[in-house]
């Protein structure tokens, strides 16, 4: 953990090993009533020291955000070693310009927003599979496409060959239960209007209400690996 520690007593470390906190987030899923909930690792800011540990304690999956680092982070073919094959997902707002540096990286874009990029993954990640983002909370500071166009931007991604697995949202940055309650429902609704399986939505703040809400992929960072190095806590949410 010496990677996170520059001596700010405001950075507090979740207890335990990475195994414990894997555990413990698994415990969180169980008593929100979850059963079949994929935990995403979300590896941004921290080491692929860290990153392994947590694949040696039982991870499967892991998310990173900026193209840049996981480029930087990870030997390519790195997903591919070992026995059990590491599903790699990207979850943080995706340029036009980047979707070529992600080519035989990853193993799902979760966060396809705009038609620009459903064009480009066509042209350079054909076939892969995909997460639809709509925004749900109208924070103009998200990505994310408007709710009225969700429908269009699945379509056209089913046009363009993509495998669209599911949706994924983020909640509001408030944190407020009932915002965030309204949003993971909305989400919920549109993967099932719309016939999708999976429905990626939680973070370490408000796990318990999206798998309420019917989550099937939660997308956890700060409570595995630990605060973010450089990013202080914001007040009422640690992300
Ligand atoms: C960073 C990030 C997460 C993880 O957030 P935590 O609050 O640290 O669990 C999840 N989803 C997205 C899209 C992120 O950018």
Redesign the pocket.
Do not use: Y
């Given at each position: 953990m010496s990677d996170a520690d520059d001596g700010d007593p405001r950075r507090e470390e979740p207890a335990g090993t990475i195994a414990d906190r894997l555990a413990a987030i698994h415990e969180r899923i169980r008593r929100a009533g979850g059963t079949d909930v994929l935990v995403v690792g979300?590896a941004?800011g921290h080491p692929i020291g860290q990153v392994e540990a947590a694949l040696a304690a039982g991870l499967t999956t892991v998310?990173e955000?900026y193209v840049q680092e996981l480029v930087g982070k990870y030997p390519s073919g790195w997903a591919a070693q070992g026995d059990a094959a590491v599903e790699m997902q990207f979850?943080?707002h995706l340029q036009t310009n980047k979707v070529r540096a992600l080519a035989g990286r990853v193993d799902l874009v979760a966060s396809v927003d705009r038609p620009a990029l459903v064009a480009e993954l066509a042209r350079r990640l054909p076939g892969s599979r995909v997460l639809v983002q709509p925004n749900l909370t109208g924070e103009a500071s998200k990505t994310g496409c408007r709710p009225e166009d969700l429908d269009g931007l699945v379509e056209s991604c089913q046009d363009a060959g993509l495998v669209v697995d599911g949706l994924m949202t983020?909640g509001p940055a408030s944190g407020e239960g009932r915002e965030t309650r309204r949003v993971f429902a909305a989400l919920r609704r549109s993967v099932d209007r719309l016939g999708l399986r999976h429905c990626s939505m939680g973070?370490?703040?408000d796990l318990e209400i999206a798998v309420g809400e019917g989550s099937t992929q939660v997308?956890?960072?700060?409570?595995l690996f630990g605060p973010r190095p450089g990013v202080r806590p914001r007040p009422g949410r640690?992300?």
């Open positions: 979300v941004k998310g955000s979850i943080g983020i973070m370490s703040d997308r956890i960072g700060t409570a640690s992300g």
